[in-house]
T-cell receptor
Framework: AQKVTQAQTEISVVEKEDVTLDCVYETRDTTYYLFWYKQPPSGELVFLIRRNSFDEQNEISGRYSWNFQKSTSSFNFTITASQVVDSAVYFCALSEANTGFQKLVFGTGTRLLVSP | DAGVIQSPRHEVTEMGQEVTLRCKPISGHDYLFWYRQTMMRGLELLIYFNNNVPIDDSGMPEDRFSAKMPNASFSTLKIQPSEPRDSAVYFC??????????????FGQGTRLTVV
């Protein structure tokens, strides 16, 4: 069965620090997608990135970067030079081919607190 | 597009009452999802529809919960009778199914339900 583990419940950093949020997944499917969503204090879920299981290239988007390693079943998220506005709960999620990639299984989330 | 629209944003009801949550997906999206978020269980998928047809309702907790999608632009999640343990944030999301134009799930702002 599919499972997503975010072992870090809460991380506190000071502004401008770099921070990495860990995500480990389990799946029997060879074809799947991994996602990161952000949930700011206002409560909505904001999509950040989607990565398929055949693409292990790291991705960088501004201060955000993602490291996908199939060998360790991990899809970690790094924020460089964190800012107060990055304070949110971040969710990693997985969808598999056997559900048409539609059924998202979420991790429990990591709460990031960035203080000035 | 205005995004996924949920109503009401907040609902407080007494135990035993019927509660109906509403969702308008993004126009053109053919998948619609209902998720529930609680502190104890995190984000869990309750049910999803494809082209207005329920595909997987295995996450619906009990017979007290029901969901309908009478047309492509409207869905409801009903709880009858409601219980205090149903208190949660309920999210609706929509997406365009897997294919060339596949999109990730876009989430509404959620309905915070409190059952007293």
């Amino acid at each position: 069965a599919q499972k997503v583990t975010q072992a870090q419940t809460e991380i506190s950093v000071v502004e401008k620090e770099d921070v990495t949020l860990d995500c480990v997944y389990e799946t029997r499917d060879t074809t799947y997608y991994l996602f990161w969503y952000k949930q700011p204090p206002s409560g909505e879920l904001v999509f950040l990135i989607r990565r398929n299981s055949f693409d292990e290239q790291n991705e960088i988007s501004g201060r955000y970067s993602w490291n996908f390693q199939k060998s360790t079943s991990s899809f970690n998220f790094t924020i460089t030079a964190s800012q107060v506005v990055d304070s949110a709960v971040y969710f990693c999620a997985l969808s598999e081919a056997n559900t048409g990639f539609q059924k998202l299984v979420f991790g429990t989330g990591t709460r990031l607190l960035v203080s000035p | 597009d205005a995004g996924v629209i949920q109503s009401p944003r907040h609902e407080v009801t007494e135990m035993g009452q019927e509660v109906t949550l509403r969702c308008k997906p993004i126009s053109g999206h053919d998948y619609l999802f209902w998720y529930r978020q609680t502190m104890m269980r995190g984000l869990e998928l309750l049910i999803y529809f494809n082209n207005n047809v329920p595909i997987d309702d295995s996450g619906m907790p009990e017979d007290r919960f029901s969901a309908k999608m009478p047309n492509a632009s409207f869905s409801t999640l009903k709880i009858q009778p409601s219980e205090p343990r149903d208190s949660a944030v309920y999210f609706c999301a929509s997406s365009l199914g897997f294919g060339v134009d596949w999109t990730e799930a876009f989430f509404g702002q959620g309905t915070r339900l409190t059952v007293v």
